[in-house]
């Protein structure tokens, strides 16, 4: 009896693991990661006189564009150009340095948990921001940079199959390919595509908008509403099954 117990046992384990994973399972963490992103992203543009903590691109046109028109602020938004390399060197370094990688992941999620948290203590101590150069804006957009750069650096390195999370022009022109692509053929697999996509960018959508209501009512309290799920994504990475459907 114990025996005929145990093939069962077996065969519902292999029937499990044969089973393809669901939507939520393959892609609660780049949604989770993106609703993050848009959300940071938004709260530090507000406050920080169009701070870009996700990217540095829009910092750099924000720094051309100041410079024309001779407005401050503009060497907080160069600084963030060298402060986003050294955050991806130091982050690679440790990725390529670690010695239980089946960790990395985890560590990485708890890292910039840790770096929002404290995006979130410098927005209250600091606020408000009444000086685009001032010091207290350079720190706590700082912060938030150092948070999402580890971020950008684990969708490069670690989860470099996932689409990336905060970069969102990549993700539209693939939504405008997937959907074009559905058009032409309504096979299962451009279905996917086009979901994919599609889930990413109203995703970045619903964080900017949940960001910009939960600042308005919240202040920088809204941050922590948003470091939640990073810490429960580096709770999940300890799992192999998890590592598994997120690369």
């Known amino acids: 009896m114990l025996q005929k117990d145990e093939l069962n046992s077996s065969d519902q384990l292999q029937k499990h693991n044969l089973l393809p994973p669901s939507f939520w399972q393959r892609y609660q963490a780049p949604i989770l990661l993106t609703i993050v992103g848009g959300a940071i992203d938004t709260i530090g543009f507000i406050t920080l006189f169009g701070f870009f903590t996700a990217h540095v691109t829009g910092n750099l046109v924000l720094a051309g564009s100041g410079l024309v028109k001779g407005e401050d602020g ?128 109203i995703s970045f959508v619903i964080g900017a908008l949940l960001g910009a209501v939960l600042y308005v009512n919240l202040s920088y309290w809204a941050v922590s509403l948003f470091i939640i799920p990073v810490l429960y994504l580096s709770l999940l990475a300890r799992d192999s099954e998890f590592l598994q459907h997120i690369s």
């Open 74 to 201: 503009l060497w907080i938004k160069l600084a963030s150009v060298p402060l986003f390399i050294i955050t991806v060197v130091i982050t690679k370094i440790y990725i390529d340095k670690s010695r239980r990688q089946t960790l990395v992941l985890s560590h990485l999620f708890l890292a910039e948990a840790l770096f929002l948290s404290a995006f979130m203590i410098a927005g209250l101590s600091f606020q408000p921001f009444t000086e685009a150069g001032d010091i207290s804006v350079a720190i706590t957009g700082g912060l938030g940079l150092t948070a999402l750069a580890i971020r950008n650096t684990a969708s490069k390195t670690v989860i470099k199959h996932m689409s990336p999370t905060v970069l969102m022009t990549g993700n539209t022109t693939q939504l405008g390919i997937g959907l074009s692509d559905y058009i032409a053929n309504r096979s299962a697999d451009n279905a996917k595509k086009l979901g994919h996509s599609a889930a990413l960018v």
